[in-house]
Antibody, heavy 118, light 112 residues
Framework: QVQLVQSGAEVKKPGASVKVSCKAS????????ITWVRQAPGQGLEWMGW????????DYAQKLQGRVTMTTDTSTSTAYMELRSLRSDDTAVYYC???????????WGQGTLVTVSS | DIVMTQTPLSSPVTLGQPASISCRSS???????????LSWLQQRPGQPPRLLIY???NRFSGVPDRFSGSGAGTDFTLKISRVEAEDVGVYYC?????????FGQGTKVEIK
């Protein structure tokens, strides 16, 4: 069965960076894209960007351009999201999800809480 | 960016009664390939989102048939035919027709 398992919670200081991993299993990793979505406490869903696991092509949300980098490691079927220059308003649960193509964002990771606090 | 607007933002429902959520996009969601990439997600309290419906009206694997989606172009609807206790949560519409993908604000479904 398809599973996306994310790395554990992180606490970071303002200005630091965080790198969240998302290990995929149960499907051919390179056949699908991965999208990253975050959710601030008590808020809705915010799309951060997308990466093709086939060729590494990316598309990022405008507001995060220059601070976010999404990568994949096809040898381990793992996707990564790195966010730099962290601010307090980056505190959120970060989700990876599989882009199922015509079936939409079909499988989600369990989420990774990133807390940014001095 | 395509703006997704959901109504209502809160929906108190009696168990066994129907519920309906509307989602309107600021522009057509018809992709150049002819598909409309409009999905509905359910997020139960403390859980990650879960895909319910994709391409307007297709139920994802394991989704009960009391959930249905309809619509076209810029106007879409999610219906729950008979609300059960496990349906409590927040529902989001989302479009993947065009980058950046966007979400509606979410509609909270709760039991009266």
């Amino acid at each position: 069965q398809v599973q996306l398992v994310q790395s554990g919670a992180e606490v970071k200081k303002p200005g630091a960076s965080v790198k969240v991993s998302c290990k995929a299993s149960g499907y051919t990793f390179t056949n699908y894209g991965i999208t990253w979505v975050r959710q601030a406490p008590g808020q809705g869903l915010e799309w951060m960007g997308w990466i093709s696991a086939y060729n590494g092509n990316t598309d990022y949300a405008q507001k995060l351009q220059g601070r976010v980098t999404m990568t994949t490691d096809t040898s381990t079927s793992t996707a990564y999201m790195e966010l730099r220059s962290l601010r307090s308003d980056d505190t959120a649960v970060y989700y990876c999800a599989r882009d199922g193509g015509t079936s939409g964002v079909d499988y989600w990771g369990q989420g990774t809480l990133v807390t940014v606090s001095s | 960016d395509i703006v997704m607007t959901q109504t209502p933002l809160s929906s108190p429902v009696t168990l066994g009664q129907p519920a309906s959520i509307s989602c309107r996009s600021s522009q057509s969601l018809v992709h150049s390939d002819g598909n409309t990439y409009l999905s509905w997600l359910q997020q139960r309290p403390g859980q990650p989102p879960r895909l319910l419906i994709y391409k307007i009206s297709n139920r994802f694997s394991g989704v009960p048939d009391r959930f249905s989606g309809s619509g076209a172009g810029t106007d879409f609807t999610l219906k729950i035919s008979r609300v059960e206790a496990e349906d409590v949560g927040v529902y989001y519409c989302t479009q993947a027709t065009q980058f950046p993908w966007t979400f509606g604000q979410g509609t909270k479904v709760e039991i009266k």
